[in-house]
């Protein structure tokens, strides 16, 4: 069973401050995705990386995959109370298959 | 921007009663998938469905669950006798063939 860890679990920091959240599986995966969650919603998808080494940039929100495909990070900068949720990543071993997810970051970002 | 829509948004059953979840996937979307995510844990896939069969199914989904999609639209997960311990948001998605997969915003079913 392939596993996925993140971390860390709970983070709480100020408005305008920068915060990397990580993501590590046990073995490789074909893509990962990022999603964002808050309380009484479903996931909503931010990202998805596919090459090792890959970086994707959305607005503030910079993701990084490893260059093994094992692992990949979440960079906020300058975080804003709008970043407040749920951050999980999910990977996918084929294109059609499951999604497996972390048990994901909870990010509180005080104003 | 097309979505998954589920409803009900919230669904209170009795113990031991059938429940119905229903969702409507993005239109032109091909692959179907159901999760579930028991509070304070993590999400947990349930089953995946293409060209109208399941096409893998988590040790979760016991003989008690089942799914259909019957019509063009529609894509349901019926829990035959429902347990406590199925209490939780249960998540619709639908990928595209290249796009990655959508989710709903979930119905969130209490079972008393």
């Known amino acids: 069973t392939q596993l996925l860890e993140q971390s860390p679990q709970f983070l709480s920091i100020q408005e305008g401050e920068n915060l990397t959240v990580y993501c590590n599986s046990s073995?490789?995966?074909?893509?990962l995705q990022w999603y964002r969650q808050e309380p009484g919603e479903g996931p909503v998808l931010l990202v998805t990386?596919?090459?090792?080494?890959e970086v994707k940039k959305l607005k503030r929100l910079t993701f990084q995959f490893g260059d093994a495909r094992k692992d990949s990070s979440l960079h906020i900068t300058a975080a804003q109370p709008g970043d407040t949720g749920l951050y999980l990543c999910a990977l996918n071993n084929t294109n059609a298959g499951k999604s497996t997810f972390g048990d994901g970051t909870t990010l509180t970002v005080k104003p | 921007e097309p979505e998954v829509t589920q409803t009900p948004s919230h669904q209170v059953t009795q113990m031991g009663q059938e429940v119905i979840l229903r969702c409507v996937p993005i239109s032109n979307h091909l692959y179907f998938y159901w999760y579930r995510q028991i509070l304070g844990q993590k999400v947990e896939f349930l089953v995946s469905f293409y060209n109208n069969e399941i096409s893998e199914k988590s040790e979760i989904f016991d003989d008690q669950f089942s799914v259909e999609r019957p019509d063009g639209s529609n894509f349901t997960l019926k829990i035959r006798s429902t347990k406590l311990e199925d209490s939780a948001m249960y998540f619709c998605?639908?990928?595209?063939?290249?796009?990655?997969?959508?989710f709903g915003d979930g119905t969130r079913l209490s079972i008393l």
């Open positions: 990386v596919v090459t090792g080494g």
């Open positions: 998605a639908s990928k595209g063939e290249i796009q990655p997969q959508h």
């Open positions: 073995s490789v995966f074909s893509s």
